[in-house]
């Protein structure tokens, strides 16, 4: 131990600046859709979107790899966004800061209320802020300064309303400002209880009042400003003229409620667009007949006959339409309808008849379903990927989606990330039986192509079973339906079988054959074909217990295999379904496509199939005899019953809490609040944990974790020859010396049909002492790096293995690092993370990583993962620990589980259910948006100027930079610039802590 | 049915014999008849011996009573092997972990236990026992912290004491400062860590192995703990500072076996009462190079060679008619294999369900299914 020590602690700069050139860890890029998203904004001129999610993250998108991403610091939800117009500033409301706003107005004007709309004028120097109490405050941009003594209280606006309608009642709160589009000073004020006040800035008077009775929830203008459009909570709108001359409107020029006449929920937003050509086109969310439809989240769009109500599958946080802000021009003319749902975007093309929706070439909802798994390949090869592209094409040539990225609506700057150096692809397991395979070459990842399993079995809404279906019936749906529903979008949680999970991929770039396996024990070998097939799949079960006496399963049935052919698409088409019996999930599989073999590995043992010939080669049976749990079925709940439990009445609790609308934050519910945080604290126990070496009869002892697939040393030192190793949970590692025919030594004819069966003899058995669970098994040629890919060698695609020298065997446990020499099986080198670290080994990869320094020099390093989220590098096979880094936050354990590496240094994990954070190990090897926004500025001297993130990181520093430079009290907007870098300096962005923003107000 | 006794007998070092012999397993009751048995067998009658089992981990373990007798036949499956000493040899036999791996090393760590000289007072005959507990490093540490070494000879019986978070007194350049710490909450009884009497609740846990655990969270420290457990050194400040060991100066004496003493009668009140467990700490090699040497040792993986694995396949397996699985022949070739003549330890542990009612087939797929495990 102390020399290893010290061997540790030798600082070499010339080895640390070889270091230095070969890792740095960055962040990248997130991947897929921004988990709980809350708000949304448009900037028409400069084309680009914000969203604001629940996490305080703001997100912006314009043309297809124009990407920024700020994360405010204290991580409180965005509850607004606004863009002043032009200017890539952002106005970021944050629930924070409208308390402090609130609380700083409340000093100045006596009614407190909390902040409710926020209107931006189209001047950019003047915010109009709504109240919950009525009232309005003006705030003089950008220092965000109360302008004193101008506010708009309800008092006011009382007094010039006439007696009958004011009727002793509040107005309520302020529900919409909306600016007059035509005359820049005037604002129109809805208040909750109906009344629509037209107030003039310069002269600070109410020019009109329009005297609703209908309770308010929005208000839009039509573009000419002679009339706007109000909508009501009884599911109604009404248009409104605005004629000069006469102060008080009673009647609004028309009024519908479009889905009654039984009660409808509210609309909550409306919006109402001229086109050149015909009507009008209205656009609403909400409004629904409240019995029947009450629970549907729907967007309706309306042109004089035709009418579309956009079914979707989450709530509707806001929408927007893409039109012509150009003044001169009369018309709206609106392009496309953007919808931002809880769980993805949609986005609807409004120019082409029919009104399809456009697939969106950036936020990609990855969830769904929930991922089971994923699986990385880089460098893939183009014959593969134009199939995959192809058959993915295919599937989205579906009515109703038009399939063009050519004309995506939002197109603001400039990507200038150039084309990726190679295909990269990651395919994501899915809880339905999908596998999705996403291109991640570059910064947008978008998809390529889905692969649905489910069809290989018999489940029970199997649309073959029943062709009077009648959503399969062509004549039913042409029957008259109110409203006229459209299915949008592709989220889809729901599962019609959890036995269908995949749990486990692997794939073959090289001779297109893929491995996917599954919660019912299932494993199913797919081949890539461009022609639809109509085949029955044959089907294999391997007995994993092999007799075993004593043990019953009590888990899930495995699932039934469809007994008549079926009709799979051009694409992965399966070939062969084995079962593993008992059907437990499987927890590793590994495909050797080159001798044609599978192993799968489950909770009771392993085995190995040949599908060239379709016949089990091997069956080994893991369990201790003392595992009684493995028998259960799917790990025991009886355990965590009164946890969980107590879990969910607690989380009843917290929704109780945070569920009200709109929650008041009173001194009082601060202090409650932090007196419950005080007793949820109190209230657990103080936490203890038991030393407890690992035993060999811990529960699932017999699980798989790791299969591995070698051409080695395992016999004797001169002869190799194919071999599969196998790890389990409770440390043990089984070789097994394979012979496949055709292979290795040259006996048998090489490719040579029915010369034999593969056999697989038990070579070597070893029995880790500390027990801890393999995670990963691998061989390393004499060179001591990790041994090709299948048909990589033999394609000449990689340097051919050097099997001059003797192999070692490198295995990763929870706890230990080992290396062992082959074929007699001696300890070499080892690292025991644990016993030095205290934590454990969640994730292990072979990295190779290139010098930034010297094109051709690239060192093969292992990255391991732990339990505490960072991540170690050693080298190989010396296993000398080289850099640590700090990646996910130990707490994530979600994001731990999902990590995965790629073979040139970067990885993914899952940062929420929808979203891959994308990040790099490599000092070279980076994937991150690099793109510019042209813009000019008119409250500068019309600078042309960029905007510009070019290192990784730098796009989350700077937006904090700017904020922090903004909130400095007293400081000068214009010389607080050159202390951003150049590229930025003209991102306003008011972020703001409570505290900031009060010393600023 | 029949177990099978392989005995060497050792008079001496470098005279020995060995017999290998059949026993009833119920034709003996106890370890006075067992005794007097082996002395038969080996025509010694009147020879004072020690008796010694090698367990399952490889670990010389004494037989001086009924109890461990029965739990040596117990362990033996189907081999036992059991070393015969003469008592009156001047090496004492030492129980402990790996001992047989260790004396097999070579003698260099013995040598100078042939020195000493005889201690004068023997609380009982070490030798019957096995440490499972040490004090080290005394004389590097400071007065208030203990070091304490836990053997747990490769048994599943667990270290027996929980661990908790907690807030530690820290004297620091800036003045006393409050830590947060790791203690000990909770020993389990009749565990490892309650027999030894060394470690007790509230006592704040410095350092794992060598490594410390400040700054380190609760489950760093338990799984350090855990993987450290075949050799788990806790350097601890003691709750209650009474019972520290005095420094050595006070009780000067002779040569390295000092300390011994004075550990022992340091802690020895306290281990009395738990002694019904067999277990009393007792002094052997307790300095810093064994302990090292057996670091190395602790882990080492049990790797199974497969001899029947051809070393390059001379035959062709004939595959079965239906093209199902092959199992490896291992078991089969394994029944029949002799015991190799070099190694010093081998076994084969059926499953604990084998009952000898089964049939032979039913056996064989059982032996085949468990551990074979050799040294």
């Given at each position: 131990m102390m020399k290893f020590r010290f061997r540790r602690q030798g600082n070499d700069p010339q080895r640390e600046k070889i270091k230095q050139e070969l890792f740095a860890?960055?962040?990248?890029?997130?991947?897929?859709?921004?988990?709980?998203?809350?708000?949304?904004?448009?900037?028409?001129?400069?084309?680009?979107?914000a969203i604001g999610t629940k996490s305080g993250a703001i997100k912006i998108y314009g043309s297809p790899g124009v990407e920024f991403t700020g994360l405010h610091r204290d991580a409180a939800a965005v509850a607004q966004i606004h863009f002043l117009q032009g200017q890539v500033s952002l106005l970021g409301h944050f629930l924070d800061i409208h308390v402090c706003v609130c609380y700083n107005v409340c000093d100045v004007v006596s009614s407190a209320s909390r902040v409710t709309v926020l209107l931006l004028l189209s001047s950019c120097d003047l915010l109009c802020v709504g109240t919950e109490g009525g009232g309005i405050h003006f705030l003089d941009l950008p220092r965000l300064s109360l302008r004193d003594n101008q506010s708009l209280l309800l008092d006011q606006v009382m007094q010039s309303i006439p007696e009958d309608y004011r009727c002793g009642k509040s107005l309520g709160p302020v529900e919409s400002l909306q600016e007059h589009p035509k005359q820049p000073g005037k604002i129109l004020i809805g208040y909750s209880r109906g009344l629509v006040v037209l107030w003039d800035l310069s002269t600070r008077n109410a020019e009109h009042m329009f005297l609703g009775k209908q309770q308010l929830e929005s208000l839009v203008w039509e573009r000419s400003g002679s009339s706007f459009v109000s909508s009501h909570s009884d599911g109604g709108y009404s248009v409104w003229a605005v004629a000069s001359g006469n102060t008080y409107t009673h009647q609004p020029v028309s009024s519908s409620i479009p889905y009654g006449p039984f009660p409808c929920k509210a609309i909550n937003k409306i919006l109402w667009r001229t086109i050149q050509s015909g009507c009008p086109v209205v656009l609403y969310s909400g409004g629904m007949p409240r019995a029947s439809y009450g629970d549907r989240h729907c967007v309706t769009i309306q042109q004089d006959k035709q009418h579309v109500t956009l079914d979707f599958t989450s709530r509707v946080i806001d929408f927007f339409t893409v039109h012509t802000t150009d003044p001169e021009h009369d018309y709206d003319d609106p392009k496309a309808l953007v919808v931002l749902l809880e769980e993805e975007l949609v986005v609807i093309d409004l120019l082409t008849t029919g009104w399809p929706s456009v697939p969106p070439p950036y936020l990609a909802p990855l969830h769904s379903s929930a991922i089971t798994t994923s699986c990385h390949l880089d460098n893939v090869p183009a014959k593969l990927w134009d199939r995959l592209a192809a058959a993915g094409n295919n599937q989205g040539a579906q009515p109703g989606v038009r399939h063009a990225h050519g004309s995506w609506p939002i197109c603001g700057g400039k990507n200038l990330a150039p084309p990726p150096r190679q295909q990269e692809l990651l395919l994501t397991g899915h809880e339905d039986g999908t596998v999705r395979f996403w291109n991640v070459s570059a910064v947008a990842m978008t998809p390529l192509y889905k692969l649905s399993t489910a069809n290989v079995f018999h489940t029970d809404c199997d649309p073959n079973d029943d062709p009077l279906d009648p959503?399969?019936?062509?004549?039913?749906?042409?029957?008259?339906?109110?409203?006229?529903?459209?299915?949008?979008?592709?989220?889809?949680?729901?599962?019609?079988?959890?036995?269908?999970?995949?749990?486990?991929?692997?794939?073959?770039?090289?001779?297109?054959?893929?491995?996917?396996?599954?919660?019912?024990?299932?494993?199913?070998?797919?081949?890539?074909s461009d022609e639809w097939s109509d085949h029955t799949v044959d089907v294999s079960t391997v007995d994993l217990l092999q007799d075993r006496e004593g043990f019953t399963w009590k888990g899930h049935d495995r699932l039934e295999p469809r007994a008549s052919p079926a009709p799979f698409p051009p694409g992965f088409q399966p070939l062969v379904l084995v079962q593993a019996l008992p059907p437990a999930s499987v927890t590793s599989v590994m495909l050797h496509a080159e001798w044609n073999l599978v192993a799968f590995g489950t909770s009771h043992g392993f085995g190995l199939f040949d599908y060239h010939r379709r016949t089990a080669v091997l069956a080994r049976c893991t369990l201790h005899p003392n595992d009684s749990l493995a028998m259960e079925g799917p790990l025991s709940r009886v355990k965590s019953l009164k946890k969980s439990l107590r879990q969910s009445f607690r989380r009843i609790r917290k929704s109780r809490v945070s569920g009200k609308k709109r929650p008041i934050p009173t001194p009082t519910s601060k202090i409650q609040e932090a007196n419950a945080a005080l007793a949820d604290q109190e209230e657990v126990a103080p936490v203890q944990r038991r030393i407890e070496p690992r035993s060999a009869d811990d529960s699932l002892s017999g699980v798989v974790r790791c299969l591995c697939f070698a051409d080695t040393y395992l016999r004797d030192g001169t002869h190799h020859g194919p071999t599969l190793w196998a790890g389990t949970n409770s440390g043990s590692v089984y070789a097994y010396a394979l012979e496949v025919p055709g292979v290795g030594t040259g006996r048998g004819r090489p490719g040579g049909e029915g010369s034999g069966c593969v056999e697989a003899v038990l070579g070597k058995e070893i029995q880790l002492m500390h027990r801890a669970p393999v995670v990963s098994v691998c061989v390393l040629d004499g060179r001591g790096k990790p041994l090709p890919e299948p048909y990589q060698a033999s394609l000449d695609l990689a340097t051919a293995p050097d099997m001059t020298n003797p192999h070692s065997v490198l295995i990763a446990s929870e706890e230990q690092l080992k290396v062992f020499s082959l074929p007699k099986v001696g300890a070499k080198t080892k690292f025991k993370l644990t016993a030095h670290e205290g934590c454990r080994v969640r994730r292990v990869a072979m990295v190779t990583v290139c010098s930034t320094a010297q094109e051709d020099y690239s060192e093969t390093s292992l990255v391991c993962l732990t339990n505490l989220g960072d991540l170690h590098l050693f080298n190989v096979p010396a296993l000398r620990p080289q850099v640590r880094y700090d990646c996910i936050r130990k707490e994530d354990i979600s994001g731990i589980a999902s990590c995965v590496f790629t073979r040139n240094g970067q990885g993914f994990y899952l940062i929420s259910p929808s979203e891959y954070q994308r990040f790099s190990l490599s000092a070279k090897v980076i994937t991150e948006p690099l793109c510019t926004v042209e813009l000019e500025r008119p409250l500068e001297t019309h600078i042309r100027s960029l905007l510009h993130t070019n290192t990784s990181g730098n796009t989350h520093s700077s937006l904090l930079e700017t904020h922090t430079l903004l909130a400095v009290p007293g400081g000068d907007y214009n010389r607080t610039w050159p202390r951003c870098s150049n590229h930025w300096c003209n991102m306003i962005t008011f972020f703001g802590s409570s505290q900031d923003s009060s010393s600023r107000i | 049915c029949f177990y099978v006794i392989r005995t060497p007998e050792r008079n001496s070092l470098f005279e020995a014999e060995y017999r290998r012999f059949a026993l009833k397993m119920s034709g003996i009751c106890g370890f006075q008849e067992f005794y007097r048995l082996l002395q038969t067998v080996h025509h010694i009658p009147g020879v004072e011996v020690l008796l010694g089992y090698a367990d399952i981990q490889g670990d010389l373990l004494p037989i001086n009573n009924d109890d461990n007798f029965y739990k040596a036949l117990s362990s033996a499956n189907p081999l036992l092997r059991i070393i015969i000493q003469k008592r009156d040899v001047d090496e004492p036999v030492v129980f402990a972990t790996n001992s047989l791996q260790r004396r097999k090393k070579g003698l260099a760590g013995l040598r100078p236990a042939q020195q000493k000289s005889k201690p004068g007072l023997m609380i009982g005959l070490p030798q019957d026992f096995r440490q499972i507990s040490s004090i080290i490093d005394v004389d590097i540490l400071p007065e208030t912290h203990r070091r304490v070494r836990l053997h747990k000879h490769g048994t599943h019986k667990p270290l027996g004491f929980y661990i908790r978070d907690g807030v530690s007194m820290r004297v620091t350049p800036q003045g006393v400062e409050k830590v947060p710490g790791v203690f000990i909450s909770r020993l389990v009884r009749g565990g490892l860590a309650e027999s030894t009497g060394l470690l007790g609740v509230n006592d704040e846990i410095l350092e794992v192995n060598?490594?410390?655990?400040?700054?380190?969270?609760?489950?760093?420290?338990?799984?350090?703990?855990?993987?450290?457990?075949?050799?788990?050194?806790?350097?601890?400040?003691?709750?209650?500072?009474?019972?520290?060991?005095?420094?050595?100066?006070?009780?000067?004496?002779?040569?390295?076996?000092?300390?011994?003493?004075?550990?022992?009668?340091?802690?020895?009140?306290?281990?009395?009462?738990?002694?019904?467990?067999?277990?009393?700490?007792?002094?052997?090699?307790?300095?810093?190079?064994?302990?090292?040497?057996?670091?190395?040792?602790?882990?080492?993986?049990?790797?199974?060679?497969?001899?029947?694995?051809?070393?390059?396949?001379?035959h062709r397996c004939v595959s079965n008619g239906n093209g199902s699985h092959r199992e490896s022949p291992l078991s089969s070739s394994l029944g029949q294999r002799p015991l190799p003549q070099s190694m010093s330890l081998s076994m084969t542990t059926p499953t604990h369900n084998c009952s000898p009612t089964k049939t032979s087939s039913s056996q064989e797929s059982m032996r085949e299914d468990g551990n074979i495990i050799t040294l």
């Open positions: 860890f960055n962040k990248t890029v997130e991947h897929g859709f921004p988990h709980q998203p809350c708000a949304l904004a448009f900037d028409p001129q400069l084309q680009l979107m959503t399969n019936d062509p004549e039913a749906l042409q029957e008259e339906e109110w409203p006229p529903f459209r299915k949008v979008g592709c989220f889809d949680p729901y599962s019609d079988d959890p036995r269908l999970g995949i749990q486990k991929i692997s794939l073959c770039k090289y001779s297109c054959r893929l491995v996917v396996a599954g919660t019912a024990g299932q494993v199913i070998v797919l081949g890539l | 060598g490594i410390d655990v400040a700054g380190k969270s609760l489950d760093q420290v338990t799984d350090m703990m855990v993987a450290n457990s075949h050799n788990l050194i806790v350097t601890v400040k003691p709750a209650n500072q009474r019972n520290n060991v005095v420094p050595r100066a006070s009780r000067v004496s002779a040569g390295g076996n000092s300390s011994s003493g004075s550990v022992g009668s340091a802690f020895s009140h306290d281990s009395a009462p738990s002694t019904a467990s067999q277990s009393v700490s007792h002094h052997s090699n307790s300095n810093s190079v064994a302990e090292g040497d057996s670091d190395e040792d602790g882990d080492g993986d049990l790797i199974i060679e497969t001899d029947s694995l051809p070393p390059y396949l001379p």
